[in-house]
């Protein structure tokens, strides 16, 4: 019960987690772009910050292996009346994110390596590699999946790249 007391009283201050809307609108901070570009970026800073940081998620969601490559499926039914269209830009980078430099140029650092590439090329880069691959699982070509990416495989996937 202190404790509750203390937090009303303002002697323990409550940390909120990145999310990974503040990863999106980070990366819509540089450019307007489709869903589909946006699902990808926040794809590929997850495996590496998972790789990079030993198994410590950027965000706590999990990706599935849907069709068109991996997708986080709360950001993809916050975005998708966008439809095809471009996401407007952010103007603004999240508090959180504004707070962790070193969260915030990590997820510049992915941007600068994925960023010119547009949805349909980031869709076919994650075809080929293995953590899309096993997620699917031999599900035919255009069959729905709501298959679970192992982070275990966005790990291996990575750091067999750094090698």
Avoid at 18 to 38: G, P, Q, R, V
Avoid at 72 to 85: A, I, N, R, T, V
Avoid at 104 to 110: A, M, R, S, W
Wanted: aromatic fraction near 14%.
């Amino acid at each position: 019960m202190s404790k509750v007391v203390q937090l009303f009283k303002g002697e323990t201050q409550m940390k909120r987690e990145i999310t990974i809307f503040d990863i999106a609108k980070t990366f819509l901070t540089f450019e307007s772009m489709t869903n589909k570009k946006l699902q990808k970026l926040c794809y590929y800073a997850q495996a590496w910050y998972l790789t990079l940081k030993e198994g410590t998620p950027l965000a706590d969601v999990d990706f599935e292996a849907w069709v068109h490559g991996p997708v986080c499926p709360e950001l993809y039914h916050f975005y998708k009346d966008w439809g095809f269209q471009y996401i407007n830009k952010s103007e603004e980078v999240p508090e959180e994110i504004q707070k962790n430099k070193e969260i915030y140029d990590f997820i510049e650092k992915i941007y600068e390596i994925y960023g010119d590439m547009d949805g349909d090329e980031l869709e076919a880069l994650t075809h080929n590699e293995s953590p899309w691959i096993n997620g699917r699982n031999g599900l035919k070509r255009m069959e729905r999946s709501r298959n679970i990416i192992s982070r275990e495989d966005m790990i291996n996937f990575c750091s067999n790249i750094l090698k």
